[in-house]
Antibody, heavy 121, light 107 residues
Framework: EVQLLESGGALVQPGGSLRLSCAAS????????MTWVRQAPGKGLEWVSG????????YYADSVEGRFTISRDNSENTLYLQMNSLRPEDTAVYYC??????????????WGQGNLVTVSS | DIQMTQAPPSLSASVGDRVTITCQAS??????LNWYQQKPGKAPKLLIY???NLETGVPSRFSGSGSGTDFTFTISSLQPEDVATYYC?????????FGQGTKLEIK
């Protein structure tokens, strides 16, 4: 059974940093691209970032480019999102999701339960 | 960026009704379109991929159609457990973008 478990969400001040983790199980992690999608309170879904299975390719939404870094540790079956220079508008539930086989395709077939990040003073 | 315009924003229907949601892309995305269901407090769930393919395990009352810029999502006979918000999403190109969502309620 595919399982994705996010952690690391917290209350952080504007300008601060936070690292989210997503522990994967039930599939060959290194064979799949992975992605982060966020949802601000009461709002819709926003794709944030994606990474290929071998971590050779990464992609970012303009809203986080230069501030967020996606990475993965295939030996630990874990996906990460390093978030720097956080802004109040980054407040959201962050979901990790499984993407296509090897390459980032945009087809998200399994999702984690979500993790809340609140940016506020 | 490709804009996805979804309609209506909300919808109220009776059990057994046929429900239709539309999604329009700002440019041709071929059939690179997914539909997701999100129940309150839960993660989104993939229902339809490639515009018309039903994800494994999803009930056959759900269906999708369309290509190019205009797409349709249909529930053939609404059930109480279908109360949720539904999103379309294009995956023709990065950044992948979602529609604004359609909140579906039972009348």
């Amino acid at each position: 059974e595919v399982q994705l478990l996010e952690s690391g969400g917290a209350l952080v001040q504007p300008g601060g940093s936070l690292r989210l983790s997503c522990a994967a199980s039930g599939f060959t992690f290194s064979s799949y691209a992975m992605t982060w999608v966020r949802q601000a309170p009461g709002k819709g879904l926003e794709w944030v970032s994606g990474i290929s299975g071998a971590a050779t390719s990464t992609y970012y939404a303009d809203s986080v480019e230069g501030r967020f870094t996606i990475s993965r540790d295939n030996s630990e079956n874990t996906l990460y999102l390093q978030m720097n220079s956080l802004r109040p508008e980054d407040t959201a539930v962050y979901y990790c999701a499984r993407d296509g086989e090897v390459l980032v395709t945009g087809l998200f077939d399994y999702w984690g339960q979500g993790n809340l990040v609140t940016v506020s003073s | 960026d490709i804009q996805m315009t979804q309609a209506p924003p909300s919808l109220s229907a009776s059990v057994g009704d046929r429900v239709t949601i539309t999604c329009q892309a700002s440019q041709d995305i071929s059939n690179y379109l997914n539909w997701y269901q999100q129940k309150p407090g839960k993660a989104p769930k993939l229902l339809i991929y490639d515009a018309s393919n039903l994800e494994t395990g999803v009930p056959s009352r759900f269906s999708g159609s369309g290509s190019g810029t205009d797409f349709t999502f249909t529930i053939s006979s609404l059930q109480p457990e279908d109360v949720a918000t539904y999103y379309c999403q294009q995956y023709d190109s990065v950044p992948y973008t979602f529609g604004q969502g359609t909140k579906l309620e039972i009348k």
